[in-house]
């Protein structure tokens, strides 16, 4: 299994990668909320292995164990992160799926599809995970620039780069 420093090694990577395909491509949306949602995959393994060694091979695992509603999880996420984390996943979902949790049913195309302010909620959730681990492990990670017109100033790990 994974360590806890392969993981962030791996969450490091996704980051950069993230950086490159966004400095590259004023597109492909919903690449960049799944490269997010990956990063933040790598960041709660890491965060499995050192708390508990322990290695889930699904989502619903992983859910199961940050579930800040969990009593019985010793690995279980603050309120705050956990819903990071699941909005992470959900954005990704949309993504990859062209699922929109919120529409019941529409034949607007345009509910399913991932803009930039879609982006802009997936770096705001990661930027807290981020945050989270490194104020709990003391991990010195990547701070990068993204384009994205609806990108909040007040992040730590992100910060917006102008259009050229």
Known sequence: MASFESHIECAKRNLNFLQSVNEHSNEYWDWQVTISFYVSVHLVNAHLDKKAGLHYKSHDQVDNALNFANTFSI?????????????????????????????KKSEDAK???????????????????????????????????????ELSSSLVYFSKKAYH
């Open 111 to 149: 509910v399913y599809l991932t803009f930039d302010k879609h982006l802009a909620k997936a770096v705001k959730a990661l930027d807290d995970l981020l945050k989270y681990v490194n104020s709990e492990y003391h991990i010195e990670l990547p701070k990068i620039e993204i384009k994205c017109e």
């Open 75 to 103: 690995c279980r996420f603050s309120e705050a992160n956990y819903l990071s984390f699941r909005k992470l996943r959900n954005l990704s979902r949309r993504s990859r799926y062209l699922i929109n949790d919120d529409i």
